[in-house]
């Protein structure tokens, strides 16, 4: 069996999965009847040692075709699915030859390892606690077994019973001094108390008493790595490949020693290598390495050799698409979806594969059509659901997609990307308390990740619960040491509670490490801003950008950074030299429309506006780029053009509230469209309830309707609140009509004190004429 460390961390937690279990040969025990069926373990035996593991399958479940009750064939094909990394299968093999034969000694020790594999993650008390009475069930059946010890000792270890388990560990290494996995988990343990001198001896000892050992130099070279020992963890792999040429995990690991040390042209040909041995999960890494290595096309034509030679291999078709998707080569990629559905019309995977593709080219309900005929085939996929919310997301349609997101994890709960963009959107949508609640549903095997532990942050900042926060923070930051994003929030958390000093601290630290951190720079300027010393903020911008002259994130925070200190030329051009980098990039063009507005130049803002509703990369911001467009035209003076733009945003966005309330005003003061609206006024009133604008809307609306006392009710509010000419005019007016003669006198004073030049001066002068003989 293989036995080695494959994680850089050494946590309690996790002894048992730091262990990657590989099964070559294994002797066959127990009598056998029929030349037919030992033919047939014979054959698959040979083919599981060449790795050649679907037609070992085959093999031995012919041998079970003719001994059913011959526990041999299924203990051989529970050895096979291992090696394939399927474990559950594994599993299942073992418990039938265990079934066929209780003193089956090989099937019961694997059922121990998975056993106590299975829950070497875990933190659930209960969960370690069953999956240790199992063990010691088997290890019932096959007393003081070495394997079956190993596995208790691992067992024990992951529940906190440290003593038992090196006490079990050094039985079953004792009774089995070739016994890898004890070894390794004996290292391990003594590495956790920081024991690293004792951990090497186990491990040399391991390698002195099984010489032939591939295994045993494995497990020591990933000890050599675990302690920054890599040319002593290469000279280890190295020993283990003279033992077996075909080992995977010891050509992977050297690999990235190359990898790490800068030696590529080696780092290539070890993964040739690699790639080219019979175990599929190997297959694509050579072509993966060319693609991050920038040889794109030669990594390609890789991708497209393996999906060939196998067109039912789903994975390496998989691997192709992702590659075409990531080099832009759509039109590629469509083909070969397509020529997939060609030849099965049902493939749930292909049309999935093809929404994806139409998502990224802005297809929208091309995209909602292939998942809507997945949803046929298969109502219970998560992954269609996951993917409408996109379709949602990208018409503006945020409740819609939050109910695909909710439908997502009704059918899989493990969907991590479904829940963190859902807690997302509900943090995004002023519901913090409701992202909280549905991170705590989080399953247990990803509760504790760094995803979730940032995502449940952002949910704090958004609850206002400083406590919690700042314990979750240090929480997450004393397991992912200096990882970027907890330590931008630390920042975040620092600020405000004025902090400055360690704020900025965490900021610059971030920086560090991603020198293209937008918020982080941001806000590092803004510790300045704080201490009002605008100019060093500005500087600060300034100097890290110049270090990044190529990111269009930068630059155009940069033209914030200038248009803010009212440097508006110099803001233009980081803004124009944003685009250049990236022409899609939205803020960029929006904050130039903007200025331009500002500027007076609607010519030139109405253009470039004009130029984002029709790109079709943006169909998520539409809403946005139509209602700026209805107030463009609006400062413009042409209120009949903003009327169109404004309905525009609403049929993407019906909740867009700056069109809601836009379009209702327009409607109410230069329309007889008046019933239309108040129901516009009014579902803006709904989704903002406290806004003095809307107020403002729904009494003009309800003045321009004849309902003066309502009128009154929300125009005195919003006059109180907002206390503009034009507010005070307009209830000026309906204090008029109401009647009452003196507060309107007053309040029309107020108003002209404050703009006599308003063409809403004229309206209710006006009106005070026409009611000049009312008491």
């Known amino acids: 069996m293989r036995l080695f460390f494959v994680s850089r961390v050494a946590t309690p937690a996790a002894v048992a999965a730091l262990m990657l279990v590989v099964f070559s040969g294994a002797v066959l025990t127990g009598c056998r009847s029929g030349s037919a069926e030992v033919g047939y373990l014979d054959r698959g035996k040979e083919l599981l040692a060449k790795k050649e593991y679907a037609r070992a399958i085959l093999e031995f479940k012919n041998a079970t075709r003719l001994q059913p009750k011959d526990a041999e064939p299924y203990y051989q094909t529970g050895l096979v699915y291992l090696a394939m990394g399927d474990f559950q299968s594994g599993y299942q093999s073992f418990r039938k030859a265990a079934e066929a034969d209780p003193k089956h000694v090989k099937a019961q020790e694997k059922i121990a390892e998975i056993i106590a594999g299975s829950v070497s993650n875990t933190r659930d008390a209960q969960q370690l606690q069953a999956a240790e009475t199992q063990v010691r069930s088997v290890l019932a059946n096959i007393p003081e077994n ?6 208790l000792g691992l067992t024990e270890y992951s529940l906190g019973k ?28 003594k590495m956790n108390n920081k024991d690293f001198k004792g951990a090497e001896e186990i491990l040399r000892k391991a390698v002195a008493d099984s010489p032939q050992s591939a295994d045993a130099q494995l497990a020591l070279g990933s000890f050599y790595v675990l302690t920054s020992r890599a040319n002593e963890a290469e000279a280890a792999y190295r020993k283990a490949l003279s033992i077996d040429l075909k080992s995977g995990p010891a050509l992977l690991e050297l690999a990235r020693i190359q990898i790490v040390s800068g030696r590529k042209d080696e780092a290539e040909k070890t993964l040739t290598t690699l790639s080219a041995l019979p175990d599929a999960q190997y297959r694509p890494l050579h072509a993966n390495y060319l693609f991050q290595q920038g040889k794109v096309d030669v990594a390609i034509k890789e991708f497209e050799q393996q999906a060939a030679a196998d067109p039912k291999d789903r994975d390496a078709f998989t691997r192709l698409t992702s590659a075409y998707f990531a080099a832009k ?41 292939d998942l809507n005929q997945v ?29 695909q997101l909710s439908k997502a994890l009704d059918y899989n709960p493990s969907l991590l990307e479904a829940r963190l963009e859902l807690a997302q959107s509900l943090i995004a949508s002023g519901g913090p308390k409701a992202a909280l609640e549905l991170l705590d549903q989080t399953p247990e095997a990803q509760r504790g990740g760094l995803p979730v532990i940032v995502a449940r942050n952002w949910a704090y900042f958004g609850t206002q619960e400083q406590a919690e926060l700042s314990k979750s923070i240090a929480d997450g ?6 990882e970027p994003d907890l330590v931008l929030q630390d920042g975040l958390q620092k600020f405000r509670a004025k902090d400055i000093v360690g ?12 020198a293209e951190d937008a918020l982080a720079l941001d806000s590092l300027a803004k510790t300045y801003v704080f201490e009002k010393r605008q100019d060093q903020a500005l500087k600060t911008v300034e100097q890290y950008i110049a270090q990044r002259p190529n990111s269009a994130p930068l630059q155009n925070l940069l033209g914030n950074w200038l248009a803010t200190n009212k440097r508006r030329d110099e803001a233009r051009k980081a803004y124009a030299a944003a685009l250049a980098i990236d022409p899609y ?7 130039l429309a903007l200025q331009d507005t500002a500027e007076g130049k609607y010519d030139s803002a109405r253009e470039r506006l004009t130029a984002l509703a029709g790109t079709a990369l943006i169909p998520a911001n539409r809403p946005v780029v139509e209602a700026m467009l209805g107030m463009l035209e609006s400062k413009a003076g042409n209120t009949g053009a903003a009327i169109p733009h404004y309905r525009k945003a609403l049929e993407a966005d019906p909740n867009n509230l700056i069109a809601l309330n836009n379009l209702a005003y327009l409607l109410a003061d230069g329309t007889d469209q008046l019933d239309q609206a108040l129901k516009y006024a009014q579902q803006a009133k709904e989704l903002d309830p406290d806004s003095v604008l809307i107020d403002h809307t729904i009494g003009w609306a309800f003045y321009r309707k004849g309902l003066y006392e309502s009128a009154v009710i929300h125009l005195r509010n919003a006059a109180a609140k907002e206390g503009t000419a034009r507010s005070k005019y307009h209830l000026a007016m309906a204090y008029l009509k109401t009647g009452d003669r003196r507060r309107g006198q007053q309040t029309l004073d107020e108003a002209r004190k404050i703009d006599p ?16 003989g009312v008491n």
Not at 585 to 591: G, K, N, V
């Open 329 to 369: 080569r759509f039109p590629e990629a469509e083909r070969a979806v397509n020529a997939a559905l060609k030849r099965n019309s049902k493939d749930v995977n292909a049309l999935l594969d093809r929404s994806k593709l139409y998502l990224a080219t802005a297809k929208i309900s091309e995209a909602e059509t």
């Open 585 to 591: 990039l939205f803020s960029a063009s929006m904050s």
């Open 477 to 482: 930051l004393s397991k992912y040491k200096g």
């Open 757 to 772: 030049n308003l063409p809403e001066a004229t309206a209710a002068l006006q009106v005070m004429a026409s009611l000049s």
């Open 503 to 514: 704020s900025r601290k965490a900021f610059e630290q971030v920086l560090t490490v991603r």
């Open 146 to 151: 070495p394997g079956a010890l190993g596995a």
């Open 375 to 403: 949803l046929q085939f298969d109502p219970n996929s998560a992954i269609a659901h996951y993917l409408l919310s996109k379709v949602s997301v990208a018409r503006g349609q945020q409740l819609a997609a939050r109910q």
């Open 162 to 189: 440290s003593e038992e388990a090196v006490k079990d560990l050094e039985a079953a290494l004792e009774k089995s001094p070739q016994y890898i996995k004890a070894a390794s988990g004996l290292a391990m343990i």
